[in-house]
């Protein structure tokens, strides 16, 4: 099966900075986009940033130019460098995959989340 593992999160001072990264793996014929979302307690699940397989971004707008999302094909991973981080952005980062399978079904992947604190 498909699988999705995030890394990176952890604690940091308002101003910091952390990268994110998210692997697949599993049964993957293709992977037409990958992106993170986040949620914080009380609050709906939003887009921070998403990639397709032909390099287009879409970012958040609470994103600011502060967030850059990358990928490495090769890797199956995408990863999101989070600069000039904010006390609001603190919350649970999940990445977010568009892959089809080895047995031909395109779904949406959801990782396990990442916790991303950032102190005042």
């Known amino acids: 099966q498909v699988r999705l593992v995030e890394s990176g999160g952890g604690l940091v001072q308002a101003g910091g900075s952390l990268r994110l990264s998210c692997a697949a793996s599993?049964?993957?014929?293709?992977?037409?986009?990958m992106g993170w979302y986040r949620q914080a307690p009380g609050k709906q699940r939003e887009l921070v940033a998403f990639i397709t397989s032909g390099g287009s971004t879409n970012y958040g707008d609470f994103v600011k130019g502060r967030f850059t999302i990358s990928r490495d094909n090769a890797k199956k991973t995408v990863y999101l460098q989070l600069n000039g981080l904010k006390s609001e952005d603190t919350s649970v980062y999940y990445c977010?995959?568009?892959?089809?399978?080895?047995?031909?079904?395109?779904?949406?992947?959801w990782g396990q989340g990442t916790q991303v604190t950032v102190s005042s």
């Open positions: 977010n995959a568009s892959i089809k399978t080895t047995w031909g079904s395109v779904n949406s992947y």
């Open positions: 599993g049964s993957i014929f293709s992977i037409n986009g």
